[in-house]
Nanobody, 121 residues
Framework: QVSLVESGGGLVQPGGSLRLSCTTS????????MAWYRQAPGKERELVAA???????TYADSVKGRFTISRDKTFKSTYLQMNSLEPEDTAVYYC???????????????WGQGTQVTVSS
C-alpha cells in the first residue's frame, strides 16, 4: 500500500509563488520517479512536471521557466516550486510516484484529495 499526501497549496496573487510538497509512505522501495499533475474545474487532469531516474525533468509547456520540480534522494518526497503564478494555474494539484515501470496513482486512478492552488487578486 502506498500513500501520497500533498501540502502547500493556498490562495496567492498573480505573480506570486508557492511551494508544494508531497510525501510518500508505504512500499516505495522501487520508486524511481515522481510527478505533479493538476486538474482545473471542468478540465482533464494534466501532467505539470515529472522527475525520473537521476534527475531528468519534464515540464508542461505552460509552466516551463516558472515551475521547478525536485525530489529527495530516496524518492519519498517531491516538491514543486511555482513562481510567477497566473490565474490559469488555479487547480487542484496532485503528485504521483513511479514504482518500477508503473506510475502508482495513474494506474490505480486513486488520486486522493490533492492540494488546492488558487491564483487570484
Amino acid at each position: 500500500q502506498v500513500s501520497l499526501v500533498e501540502s502547500g497549496g493556498g490562495l496567492v496573487q498573480p505573480g506570486g509563488s508557492l511551494r508544494l510538497s508531497c510525501t510518500t509512505s508505504g512500499t516505495v522501495l522501487s520508486a524511481n520517479g515522481m510527478a505533479w499533475y493538476r486538474q482545473a474545474p471542468g478540465k482533464e487532469r494534466e501532467l505539470v512536471a515529472a522527475i525520473v531516474g537521476g534527475g531528468t525533468t519534464t515540464y508542461a509547456d505552460s509552466v516551463k521557466g516558472r515551475f521547478t520540480i525536485s525530489r529527495d534522494k530516496t524518492f519519498k518526497s517531491t516538491y514543486l516550486q511555482m513562481n510567477s503564478l497566473e490565474p490559469e494555474d488555479t487547480a487542484v494539484y496532485y503528485c504521483d510516484v513511479r514504482l518500477g515501470n508503473r506510475w502508482y496513482r495513474t494506474s490505480t486512478n486513486n488520486w486522493g484529495q490533492g492540494t488546492q492552488v488558487t491564483v487570484s487578486s
